[in-house]
């Protein structure tokens, strides 16, 4: 098993920054492709971006692109997302995912991935 817990949530103006944290534990050891979606309220909840533990290949939604960075920790138990030019439509919770089979590719499906966080929330003022 493998669980994931979110936390770095908070308020911000807009044009700030924030970074989000996922600690993973468990079974880690499995684990080839590591996420970060977001649910707004009376929105779907989409992939902003993912991040392999085989290869240095990222990929972000379109939305987050260039504003947004997944970053994998040392102990590759952690994974990050730095936040920045943050605007009033970024505000959603903001979930940790994780997988163990399949290919780390593209924008992340949140159908591929098995292991959630229980989300942080992010809410961006203008």
């Known amino acids: 098993q493998v669980q994931l817990v979110e936390s770095g949530g908070g308020s911000v103006q807009a044009g700030g920054s924030l970074e989000l944290t996922c600690e993973i534990t468990?079974?880690?050891?499995?684990?080839?492709?590591m996420a970060w979606f977001r649910q707004a309220p009376g929105k779907e909840r989409e992939g902003v971006a993912r991040?392999?533990?085989?290869?240095?290949?990222?990929a972000y939604s379109s939305s987050v692109k260039g504003r947004f960075t997944i970053i994998r920790g040392v102990t590759e138990n952690t994974v990050y997302l730095q936040m920045n030019s943050l605007k009033v439509e970024d505000t959603a919770v903001y979930y940790c995912?994780?997988?163990?089979?399949?290919?780390?590719?593209?924008?992340?499906?949140?159908?591929?991935?098995?292991?959630w966080g229980h989300g942080t929330q992010v809410t961006v003022s203008s």
């Open positions: 995912a994780a997988r163990t089979d399949g290919y780390c590719y593209g924008v992340p499906d949140e159908r591929d991935f098995r292991y």
């Open positions: 991040t392999s533990t085989t290869v240095s290949r990222e």
């Open positions: 468990g079974d880690t050891s499995r684990i080839n492709c």
